[in-house]
């Protein structure tokens, strides 16, 4: 079982950057029917989300997000020794995004950067991996950004998709401390599910077939570049393989649901969450809910979802969080951590992109 | 468990009256049977009879009986 223990490393702030413009499924009435949509909301829980404009990028809602973090938490930029990107929606086919925000925030040349290519299990995995650096290095400071921008690359017609994915960038502060402090993480993988979640064209496989649209099985039309996912078997596996994942954790560890004052998990839909919930005994008021106003925002989900729980909470007060995420991949996995509620920022909203990014014509470099 | 037993927890999960299937009915001629209703029939099959029921054996059910044999 892979299971790390990351001793006297704690996270030592989260933030979270959305952009301004409003999408909700009741928009889509015209288009989908009003029973459907109305399915749709019932199913999945939401009620709106975020999306960013045409050339705004997850990169640029969590540059946002790391540069709130570092200022409101005094932190010296020149002490960060790390910054990790969890993305599918990079800025550039290369070079990885997370080069474009050290740039941007002016981060030293003493930084290891790159992404890592994860969905919804990015924040998860990114922990995992930023905190394996750090406890065989001397870095003291480390940040991990994640985000996505799923829905530019959507069928607009795909009523499985196009009314789901909200949009966030998220950033949090991993430190090295002398505090009685812990990070557990158990991860696992499934590529026997890379079909269920997939954009199967445009990449190096298959990079220019026609974009043709074709009827799928559910009865969606969609050509080879629109990302597919295949909702039962999705369905299936996380109501399985996460509470599985979950009770081995508690095993592990020696815990239980009692031990935790909060179930971040990754904002899948309602009626995943609801299935987990009942399985794993959770009481519904420590199992904060944020897709009603922010959808599904992939890996950046469970910090939006403590960012909008306890961002605006005056107490100083210590939460045992335990985390799951679980998704495209497959990738799945479980870490719980302690953070005290003031170092949970609360989410702000950004439209600012990079416009010196935006490259019009090979001729400008 | 009996056929019939079956048959009504299967009406219950897609909200259909008693009465409405027959084994030899067509899944495709449900209206009732759709996505939701499918992750409604994944969540039955786990809670009453602990059985994991995935995408693929969805897609290879094509009558009510399919369904039936699979609620061992």
């Not at chain 1, 499985?160 to 949090?172: D, F, Q, R, Y």
């Not at chain 1, 989900?301 to 100083?316: A, F, H, M, Q, R």
């Not at chain 1, 170092?343 to 935006?358: A, H, K, Q, R, T």
């Not at chain 2, 299937?21 to 209703?37: F, G, H, R």
Request: net charge negative; proline share 4%.
């Amino acid at each position: 079982m892979a299971i790390f223990v990351f001793d006297k490393i704690k996270i030592a702030g989260m933030a979270c950057a959305i952009p301004k413009n409003v999408i909700r499924p009741d928009d889509f009435k015209e288009k989908f029917g009003e029973e459907e949509v109305e399915k749709f909301k019932q199913m999945t829980g939401i009620t709106e989300s975020r999306r960013t404009d045409l050339h705004q990028t997850a990169g640029d809602l969590c540059f946002s997000a790391a540069e709130y973090l570092l200022k409101e938490k005094g932190i010296d930029k020149s002490t960060i020794g790390a910054l990790v990107m969890g993305t599918q929606s990079p800025d550039y086919r290369k070079p990885s995004t997370s080069f474009i925000i050290h740039k941007r925030m002016g981060l030293s040349e003493e930084t290891a950067v790159f992404d890592i290519n994860l969905g919804c299990s990015s924040v998860l995995y990114g922990i995992q991996v930023v905190a394996s650096m750090m406890m065989s290095s001397n870095i003291s400071k480390a940040l991990l950004v994640s985000g996505d921008t799923g829905s530019k690359l959507t069928n607009q017609s795909d009523k499985s998709k196009v009314m789901l994915g909200g949009e966030a960038g998220v950033a949090l502060l991993l430190e090295k401390t002398e505090e009685e402090s812990k990070i557990t993480s158990l991860v696992r993988s499934n590529g026997e599910g890379y079909r269920y979640l997939i954009t199967p064209a445009g990449g190096y496989r298959n990079m220019n077939p026609p974009r043709e649209e074709v009827m799928c099985k559910d009865g969606i039309k969609r050509t080879l570049y629109d990302p597919f996912m295949m909702g039962t078997s999705v369905f299936t596996f996380t109501v399985f393989d996460v509470p599985k994942a979950m009770k081995d954790f508690f095993k592990e560890t020696g815990t239980g649901v009692d031990d935790y004052d909060c179930f971040a998990f990754h904002q899948a839909n309602l009626y995943i969450l609801k299935q987990i919930g009942k399985k794993m005994k959770i009481p519904a008021e420590k199992m904060p809910l944020t897709l009603p106003t922010y959808g599904n925002t992939s890996g950046a989900s469970p910090i939006v979802t403590l960012c909008d729980t306890y961002g605006k909470c005056k107490e100083n007060k210590d939460l045992n969080v335990l985390m799951s995420a679980f998704g495209i991949g497959l990738s799945w996995g479980v870490t719980s951590f302690h953070i005290n509620t003031a170092d949970i920022l609360p989410v702000i909203e950004d439209d600012s992109w990079f416009e010196e990014g935006l490259i019009n014509s090979p001729a400008e470099l | 468990m009996t056929n019939e037993e079956k048959i009504a927890m299967l009406e219950d999960v897609l909200e259909l009256d008693g009465g409405t299937l027959k084994p030899e009915t067509e899944l495709s001629s449900i209206e009732e049977y759709d996505s939701m209703a499918k992750l409604s029939l994944i969540v039955m099959m786990d809670d009453e009879f602990g059985k994991k029921l995935t995408g693929e054996q969805i897609f290879k059910f094509k009558t009510v009986k399919d369904i039936l044999d699979f609620m061992e």
